[in-house]
């Protein structure tokens, strides 16, 4: 049980990952949980065990971004007086998105990310028969840390979008949705 709710791999520092639970401490109190959903349905648990607090959201609708972490920041906010802010976006130019450039590949579908209008623009697009349905709207993305944005409008409002490197140093993974792509040149 332990492991569920330990960090065993890290992700930017205060965040990581147990067996299937993302944990983080970013926001003061030790908080782990988990998000799901598909057609028509969306949930997300997050628990802070050193108050003894959860809180399930569940959704007859898809709502990746917004409604349900909304709720969790409100009810965090309101039964134990802890603020979860959003990290404040970063002044970017053309240049600085550059390097995210690309295709970003998994089982599943792939991301495609280019530059339009001097912002990064990000567009996932299902593999036939993978049960995702349609093609994704965009997503502009803003930068809100190093390698690290946050979707700024649309049905993915608020998602944050994580660019992993290589040991080398480039860029090599794109994650959106604790789910991991790897980048094709």
């Known amino acids: ?28 109190a030790r908080q782990f949980g988990h998000a799901g959903g598909g057609d028509g349905q969306s949930s997300l648990l997050t628990v802070v065990p050193e108050h ?21 920041r409100f009810a965090i906010k309101q039964y134990l007086g802890i603020e979860m802010k959003e990290p404040e976006p970063i002044l970017a130019t053309e240049k600085d998105y550059q390097e995210y450039v ?12 280019v530059i339009l209008g001097g912002r990064l623009l990000a567009q996932y697009v299902p593999a036939s ?15 809100v840390g190093k390698d690290r944005m946050k979707v700024t409008q649309g049905f993915f409002q608020g998602n944050s979008v994580d660019f992993i490197r290589n040991p080398d140093g480039s860029v090599g993974w794109l994650r959106h949705q604790d789910r991991i ?5």
């Open 129 to 143: 028969g993978s049960g995702f349905g349609s093609l994704m709207p965009p997503m502009p993305l803003e930068l």
């Open 102 to 113: 690309g295709r970003y590949t998994r089982q599943a579908g792939f991301y495609e990310t």
């Open 52 to 72: 003894d607090f959860a809180v399930v959201v569940l959704a007859n609708a898809n709502m990746p971004g917004g409604v349900p972490e909304v709720v969790v």
């Open 1 to 28: 049980m332990a492991q569920l709710h330990s960090p065993l791999v890290s992700i930017r520092g205060k965040d990581g990952w147990g067996i299937s639970f993302h944990v983080t401490d970013a926001f003061g």
């Open 181 to 185: 792509s790897r980048k094709r040149v």
